[in-house]
């Protein structure tokens, strides 16, 4: 099992520039989950997604700011466009989840975001 | 909303136990407390899981008290390997809430 695999694991890009950072989860895992991390906020969920479909992007902080998950084995996050301030590392996580059991959430290596 | 709460910091030494205290006053019947660790530029970790009763694993022991409101993560032997943030999350299991949120976590750092 390969585990949750993030690409790319660096993007540098240039304020105004459309990102899409991508994920696929772990075979067989049916919950997703986008995270952003800074120094200044910690780790922050920003939207997750249970049998492909969004459940709760209330922590998506702007309209720039999108994701999908169109089948059960990939996701992206897009910002368009970005800006200085979306810089950091953006991680994501899948597990199990059912109406009897959530399983641990396993992470990726994450996505070091910069735009200048 | 914050539901647990730890303290920003601890030292350890290499080869010791290190107890990691986490409160979690307000919990409810269907969540579990979780503990994860996150190694500097790595991504957050699972390390152990329990309702009410002590759990074990090759990783780590989780005692949680018999209230519920506050538990114990131990490392038995911390090596320095062991540096990293721990995050104690409370999380609703049997229930259509899967949402995984963390809070400052404790940044434990292990001294040779």
């Known amino acids: 099992d390969a585990g949750v695999i993030q690409s790319p694991r660096h993007e540098v890009t240039e304020m105004g520039q459309e990102v899409t950072l991508r994920c696929k989860p772990i075979s067989g895992h049916n919950s997703l989950f986008w995270y952003r991390q800074t120094m200044m906020r910690g780790l922050e969920l920003l939207i997750y997604f249970n049998n492909n479909v969004p459940i709760d992007d209330s922590g998506m902080p702007e309209d720039r700011f999108s994701a999908k998950m169109p089948n059960a084995s990939f996701s992206t996050l897009k910002i368009q466009p970005s800006e200085p301030r979306d810089s950091a590392v953006y991680f994501c996580?899948?597990?199990?989840?059912?109406?009897?059991?959530?399983?641990?959430?396993?992470f990726g290596q994450g996505t070091r975001l910069t735009v200048v | 909303d914050a539901k647990t709460t730890q303290p920003p910091s601890m030292d350890c030494a290499e080869g010791r136990a290190a107890n990691l205290p986490c409160n979690h006053s307000t919990i409810s019947g269907n969540e579990y407390v979780y503990w994860y660790r996150q190694i500097h530029s790595q991504g957050p970790q699972y390390i152990i899981h329990g309702l009410k009763n002590n759990e074990t694993n090759e990783m780590a022991s989780l005692i949680i008290t018999e209230d519920r409101k506050s538990s114990t993560l131990i490392l038995p032997h911390a090596t320095l390997r062991d540096t990293a943030v721990y995050y104690c999350i409370v999380r609703a299991v049997r229930s259509n809430d899967y949402k995984l949120s963390f809070g400052a976590g404790t940044t434990v750092t292990v001294r040779a």
């Open positions: 996580a899948s597990s199990r989840s059912g109406q009897l059991m959530n399983t641990e959430a396993f």
